[in-house]
């Protein structure tokens, strides 16, 4: 069974500065999916960045990137210029590239706030 | 596109009583999973419908039963509530057919409280 692990219960950024969040995750797969979601006090999960394992390059999207070390298992989020609006909780999911195990196992989450 | 809905927003149940919650997929999405998340808790995975069948379940006990409708909805049965039982319920919506390559979009969930 696959474990996702997030270290940091709660992180805090002064406002335009950059924060890391870190992800690190259990699996014997070799193929798999990598999410970080937003969740703002309104509850509804917010894709903010995907990153396919068999892809080397690091996603990317906009203010959002990602360290991607597949043979550390670590997937890190880095929120550049942070603005106001980026204060939720975050969590670090996987999903396997089975057909069939689409599921996704979910980090304990991380609080993000953000300083004006 | 309204995206994914959920009803109710909130609800609260006795011990013992059995509860129903709703999910109506995105707009072209053919497949509903549903999560449980406690307080201070990453989201668990309850179990995936999709053509009507019970895809793929977490390790839930069988007093959490779902069904999915022809239209693609899809309902969430908690039978014999325990307090345990309290968290907030997501939904998730994607199309199978290219189960690999889109993202599950969640609904604004039902807060459920069991007293």
């Known amino acids: 069974a696959q474990t996702v692990t997030q270290s940091q219960p709660e992180m805090s950024v002064q406002e335009a500065e950059t924060v890391t969040l870190s992800c690190t995750y259990d699996?014997?797969?070799?193929?798999?999916?990598l999410f970080w979601y937003k969740q703002p006090p309104s509850r509804q999960m917010i894709l903010v960045i995907r990153q396919e394992a068999y892809k080397q390059q690091n996603a990317t999207e906009n203010r959002f990137s990602v360290n991607f070390q597949k043979a550390a298992k670590s997937f890190s989020l880095k929120i550049s210029d942070s603005q106001l609006g980026d204060a939720a909780m975050y969590f670090c999911a996987y999903r396997s590239a089975n057909f069939g195990n689409e599921k996704l196992t979910f980090g304990t989450g991380t609080r993000l706030t953000i300083i004006p | 596109d309204a995206g994914v809905t959920q009803s109710p927003t909130h609800l609260i149940k006795t011990r013992g009583q059995q509860v129903t919650l709703r999910c109506s997929p995105k707009?072209?999405?053919?497949?509903v999973s549903w999560y449980q998340q406690a307080l201070g808790q990453g989201p668990q995975f309850i179990f995936q419908y999709y053509e009507e069948e019970e895809r793929q379940r977490g390790n839930f006990p069988d007093r959490f039963s779902g069904h999915q409708f022809p239209n693609y909805s899809s309902e969430l049965n908690v039978n014999a509530l325990l307090l345990g039982d309290s968290a907030l319920y997501l939904c998730?919506?994607?199309?199978?057919?290219?189960?690999?390559?889109?993202?599950?979009?969640f609904g604004q969930g039902t807060r459920l409280t069991v007293v």
């Open positions: 699996t014997s797969e070799s193929d798999y999916y």
């Open positions: 707009s072209g999405h053919d497949t």
């Open positions: 998730a919506s994607s199309f199978l057919g290219q189960a690999l390559n889109t993202e599950a979009f």
